[in-house]
């Protein structure tokens, strides 16, 4: 029996053991690219589990589909990479036009249950501009868009997504390309890298702690300036350095309970309907800005941050209805008034400025004033307001890589469209994502933020919510830790402003302020991203050293040789560990 307990216990040690060289074993690689290049880079984890990604060995590993033509082709610096043409295509290289759709070659894959797969690849089309998807057929017959890219002609794009395999995607599944435009796919540097979900929550938190924490030395000096060992010191913090946030309503005004339960928790909001253009002129030239100013001047009372959404949304549903009929002089005019007066009202007071919200998917004043509608509304606020970052805010790019739409190659076009234009090159802009989620493809959104953070841009998600079902909770939960464990992401704000009729779709309270469960884990994520010690002891040399979240910090010292506590505040960032906050503790 002994011995059947000590291998028991030998087993179970080893398994253990092993789980953790599992959930160490493969490091997630943020790498991405936005430039579209002569050659494509190699492949991020050398492949994966893709055989021959680089195709230097032909097509071994690789399959096409019955009346598909395909070989590999070697470009001028030696790169080879794999050429799909239709049936009906001339031969191959010609650069002729394939049949539609358009598929790539395809590899068959060994698929586990519960998996996050994360993919990435160069592509290219024959002619033109085509948008060209990512595509993992699971065992179970389901093709799973795992992202989607605009593949030029002239050069090599990178497409960076993923998808999650369920418990029921076991078994033998395949990897491909596709377009619906007829063109020939060019396909390079395939990889395919599996994470169980214990490494990819690993991950997160290692990336959180970070990008979120640094350890910071404290040292205490006594009234000599020797330093003072055993000094007792307490930490508080007084505000946390990640901008986390919601959405509030003109609702908060007058309602203390709101008021309290808001402020208590959140450092960043943003004006649902109230700052936008129907909510402060819904009545053409009867401006009204009574309510956005008093819901700004609480915010500043409690020393909360504002976005200021939007200045136009791009959305023609959204628009006015005298605004609808009007002729082009006379929508100038209108839109020239909103803007100077929102703007400079507001200038100075305002963290960000959603511009023209949602124009990747909506052109209402690219319709009425040309391709270059947005770019010179940029222009403008930017003239008028100097402080705020001008946000390009957009649903989709994170949600959804069926969207055509709102995929990160187009986001990422768009904003050099507006930063290219003639006199915004000296503009603060913003990447805004809003993040309004059904069920997350996790591995999907870390590649599209990686891709995103090549802008090199501050990076929001601007509007989270999760729409209301069973797994409401638990899929807001993956998203949030997935934003705040990237380190390009700068900020959230959560979409889930409080009416007394209902939410937009997801609700953190009822209608007497307690929270509802998916309140409940955003006090918990709260309290958990700004864990610290509360107290510690310095050591012989009067140092100590301090794990804490970026934020305010107050510290508090006190020695039993001294009478008197002493408090000093700091501020704790990125920079803090290469610096040391002497304190000085005197009679």
Known sequence: MRNFVEKLVLSLLWISLLQGCIVQSVEYDHRASIECLGDPMKPLYKGGIIQNGEFNNGLMGWSTRRDIKAGVRKSASGNKFAVVQGASSSPLGTGAVAASPSHSVYQKIQMKGDTHYSLSAWLRVSAGTAHVRAVVKAPNGENITAGAIDAQSGCWTMLKGGMTARAYHHGQGEVFFESDAPVDIW???????????????????????????????????????????????????????????????????????????????????????????????????????????????????????????????????????WVMPMNLNQLKAAMQKRLKNVVSRYAGKLIHWDVVNENLHFNFFETKLGPSA????????????????????????????????????????????????????????????????????LPYVRGALDTLAQLKLPMWMTEVDVVKGPNQVKFLEQVLREAYGHPGVQGIVMWAAWHPYGCYVMCLTDNSFKNLPVGDLVDKLIAEWKTHKTSAATDANGMLELDLAHGDYKLTVDHPSQTTAVSHTMTVDAGSAASEHIISVKL
């Open 374 to 441: 947005s770019p010179m509304i940029y222009q403008q606020v930017g003239q008028i307001d100097h402080t705020a970052v001008l946000f390009m805010n957009e649903f989709n790019t994170l949600e959804q890589p069926m969207d055509p739409n709102g995929t990160p190659t187009k986001y990422v076009a768009k904003m050099k469209l507006i930063q290219g234009y003639p006199g915004n090159a000296g503009f603060k802009f913003g990447v805004g994502l809003e993040s309004h989620f059904t069920t997350p493809n």
């Open 187 to 321: 396909v390079d540097s395939v990889s395919l890298q599996p994470f169980s979900f214990e490494e990819w929550n690993a991950h997160a938190r290692q990336s959180a702690n970070k990008a979120r924490r640094s350890t910071v030395k404290i040292v205490a000096r006594g009234p000599d300036g020797q330093p003072m060992a055993n000094a007792n010191v307490s930490i508080q913090q007084l505000r946390a350095g990640f901008p986390f946030g919601n959405a509030m309503t003109k609702e908060i005004l007058g309602n203390p309970a709101y008021e309290k339960w808001f402020f208590s928790r959140f450092t960043v909001a943003t004006m649902e309907n109230e700052m936008k253009w129907y909510g402060t002129e819904w009545v053409q030239n009867q401006e009204d800005y009574r309510t956005p100013d008093a819901m700004l001047a609480l915010a500043q009372k409690y020393g909360v941050k504002v976005r200021g959404h939007n200045v136009f949304w791009d959305d023609q549903s959204s628009q006015l209805k």
